[in-house]
């Protein structure tokens, strides 16, 4: 028999039919929605007098629009109109919603995984293109958009064409102040923002098998960063422990049953990819951006580099382009530079891991009087974890804003956006302009580097508190 891929055993098992010539249909296993990417497809739904196909595999929440502040009170007028209208479609559709009055609300690629939606071996979609995120259970999944929302809630089923499959092997062990953030980081600078078009990447390696969920989650969420379809990494002992007990896991003898069946997910040996990246964990640093892509990072004492020394005439262009919006300039230190707001939130860094961390290096210190820092939770499961555990008091006693769960200012679609010309050290996925406001400014870290950032008021290397 020939080895397979983790990729391939996944695709191959979901395929309902292919035609010569054409796309393969693909089932999927769970279906994520959120009030932006959906009104669309219901209204298309309603127009052509069809159901939804399965609403015990669609699940919705409200993220990008709600305020982080009160919930409820959502002043933008369209964002209120579109969190109203995914309460109404998901009434009339019968669907599952965890909305703002839901104790299980928060950001979509964060609920799922907490709630025990996302399982191994599923095929798992959801309009936004962080659906990557999931892979790290194992699971094939990926972003699509409102026409294929419409499609997968009429059908469950989706027409795609199969991916190449690109191996990131990473072994070794991470030196201090170095994590997901900064692994994920460094990958996309390697490979740039288009080197990973049409590929789906499985994340192999003994730094990868040694990392918690939550370091798994961030690196697959940020995939897409690299152009790449959908990340995933091989389940393992973590992930089962992970999974056990949650609300949508498997119980009791099903979950023996899915337990077997898990434990083939993996590739096989021999098995070939179509392309290998191998990095090395000791020579990872923290990373900070200082352009507006995210495979722009740098190490925290690195000098931002010269255009001249970029490869191609259109990365020189970019670069230049970047460096005028950011008022940076090139031999720049980004170490002391000094920053005006302080994000730690987003489906990539809002876990509950993530805030303990942040809050080992706030504990006892105060936020610099010149900067204005928030934390959002990325679920209020999370929220009332981290309250549990003091965490609020901690950041509130500092000087943290302690919010409510929600996108926030990662897409700035709801009241929390950076102001023109303000320089904000985030701990989201992207750094395009505007992302978190109309002429922001972003710098992407890893929590621990935005909390050290917080207290001195300027970029600095978060080691020097370790």
């Known amino acids: 028999m020939k080895p397979k891929t983790l990729f391939e055993k996944i695709w191959e098992s979901h395929v309902v039919t292919k035609e010569k010539g054409t796309p393969s249909l693909l089932y999927i296993d769970a279906h994520l929605i959120h009030e932006v990417t959906s009104p669309q497809a219901f209204a298309n739904l309603r127009k052509k007098n069809l159901n939804v196909r399965r609403t015990d595999k669609t699940f919705a929440t409200v993220d990008h629009n709600v305020s982080t502040t009160s919930q409820r009170n959502i002043k933008d007028a369209l964002s209120r109109v579109q969190v109203e209208t995914l309460e109404r479609n998901c009434k009339d559709f019968g669907i599952e919603l965890f909305g703002l009055n839901s104790p299980n609300q928060g950001i979509v690629h964060v609920i799922g995984?907490?709630?025990?939606?996302?399982?191994?071996?599923?095929?798992?979609?959801?309009?936004?293109?962080?659906?990557?995120?999931?892979?790290?259970?194992?699971?094939?999944?990926?972003?699509?958009?409102?026409?294929?929302?419409e499609h997968v809630l009429a059908t469950q089923c989706l027409l795609q064409q199969p991916m190449k499959i690109m191996e990131?092997?990473?072994?070794?062990?991470?030196?201090?102040?170095?994590?997901?953030?900064?692994?994920?980081?460094?990958?996309?600078?390697?490979?740039?923002?288009?080197?990973?078009?049409?590929?789906?990447?499985?994340?192999?390696?003994?730094?990868?098998?040694?990392?918690?969920?939550?370091?798994?989650?961030?690196?697959?969420?940020?995939?897409?960063?690299?152009?790449?379809?959908a990340g995933m990494i091989a389940p393992d002992e973590i992930t089962f422990a992970y999974l056990k007990g949650r609300q949508f896991s498997p119980k009791q003898e099903k979950w023996?049953?899915?337990?077997?069946?898990?434990?083939?997910?993996?590739?096989?040996p021999d098995a070939p990819y179509d392309k290998t990246v191998i990095i090395e964990a000791k020579k990872i640093a923290p990373l900070v951006t200082w352009g507006t892509d995210p495979s722009t990072g740098i190490p925290i004492h690195e000098k931002i580099p010269h255009p001249n020394?970029?490869?191609?005439?259109?990365?020189?262009?970019?670069?230049?382009?970047?460096?005028?919006?950011?008022?940076l300039k090139p031999g720049m230190r980004l170490e002391g530079f000094p920053i005006d707001y302080v994000f730690i939130g987003s489906c990539t860094n809002a876990r509950i891991s993530d805030l303990r961390e942040a809050a080992k290096i706030i504990k006892g210190k105060k936020v610099k009087n010149t900067v204005t820092a928030w934390v959002v939770p990325g679920s209020r499961q999370i929220k009332r974890q981290a309250e549990k555990e003091g965490l609020d008091k901690i950041f509130h006693s500092a000087g943290f804003e302690w919010r409510w769960s929600g996108c926030s200012a990662c897409i700035a679609m709801n009241d929390d956006k950076i102001p023109p010309g303000k320089y904000c050290i985030s701990t989201s996925n992207r750094n395009y302009e505007g992302r978190q406001g109309p002429g922001s400014r972003t710098f992407l870290a890893s929590p621990i580097m935005a909390a050290a950032a917080a207290i001195e008021g300027k970029i600095t290397d978060v080691r020097n508190y370790l």
């Open 113 to 149: 995984p907490e709630l025990g939606i996302t399982k191994p071996g599923m095929t798992i979609v959801c309009g936004d293109s962080h659906t990557s995120t999931h892979g790290a259970f194992g699971t094939l999944a990926f972003g699509i958009g409102t026409t294929e929302v």
């Open 168 to 229: 990131v092997r990473i072994d070794g062990t991470l030196g201090k102040g170095v994590t997901a953030k900064d692994v994920i980081l460094t990958i996309l600078s390697k490979i740039g923002t288009k080197g990973g078009i049409g590929y789906c990447i499985e994340y192999t390696g003994s730094t990868m098998q040694n990392m918690n969920m939550e370091g798994r989650m961030t690196i697959c969420n940020m995939s897409i960063e690299g152009g790449a379809r």
């Open 256 to 268: 023996e049953e899915s337990l077997k069946r898990w434990k083939s997910l993996r590739t096989d």
């Open 309 to 327: 020394k970029m490869q191609s005439k259109d990365q020189k262009i970019t670069s230049e382009k970047a460096l005028t919006y950011m008022a």
